[in-house]
């Protein structure tokens, strides 16, 4: 499970499964999640809010995330906005 994980957030710049990109969206607003390759997270632009990935697992625990300060390294060209369907 880990390595299926693991490889679907790496292919993220392809395209994640519809079903997957369905599920992963902000515990706590709710919207959908960027991918960071640079922090190697998921990120919560509505609510400026870092979610970790741990072995491949992304951390969606509200209590895990972390409060974005800064745009430093956090968002360009190392981000991967996960694909949305209408």
Do not use: H, W
Not at 67 to 72: A, L, N, V
């Amino acid at each position: 499970m880990v390595r299926i994980s693991q490889s679907l957030l790496k292919e993220a710049g392809s395209g994640l499964t519809k079903t997957l990109s369905e599920i992963l969206v902000c515990p706590l607003s709710k919207q959908p999640l960027r991918y960071c390759e640079a922090s190697n997270s998921l990120i919560s632009d509505t609510i400026r809010v870092s979610f970790p990935i741990r072995g491949g697992v992304p951390c969606l625990v509200p209590k895990e995330g972390t409060i974005i300060e800064t745009d430093d390294g956090l968002k360009g060209e190392d981000t991967v906005e996960i694909p949305r369907e209408k």
